[in-house]
Nanobody, 114 residues
């Protein structure tokens, strides 16, 4: 499975962005999919995920970010609102198949700055 992430950019604090992760194959049977981010000098962290249909979020983004998927488009989204400078990072999407294999997309840069 190849993943293509897009939608990053420069946004002012308080602004919104929607990230997209398009898969090269059907995501219907993929049980785990998620968005991670990595800021300079920090470890990669899970931001939001969908595990067997249940969404979960890091405490730092709860109430501001929403993860969703569109089976018809084989795409996973991350809607980000009320963005803060500390949300600045490279964002990556990842899926884990039924067989336990992980696939990562190339990252997309999100910069929150005035």
């Amino acid at each position: 499975v190849q993943l293509q992430a897009s939608g990053g950019g420069l946004v002012q604090p308080g602004g919104s962005l929607r990230l997209s992760c398009a898969a090269s194959a059907s995501i219907f049977d993929i049980p785990v999919m998620g968005w991670y981010r990595q800021a300079p000098g920090k470890q990669r962290e899970l931001v939001a995920g969908i595990i067997r249909g249940t969404t979960n979020y890091a405490d730092s983004v709860k109430g501001r970010f929403t993860v969703s998927r569109d089976f018809a488009k084989n795409t996973v989204y991350l809607q980000m609102s009320s963005l803060k400078p500390e949300d600045t990072a490279v964002y990556y999407c990842k899926v884990s198949t039924i067989r336990g294999r992980d696939y990562w997309g190339l990252g997309t840069q999100v910069t929150v700055s005035s």
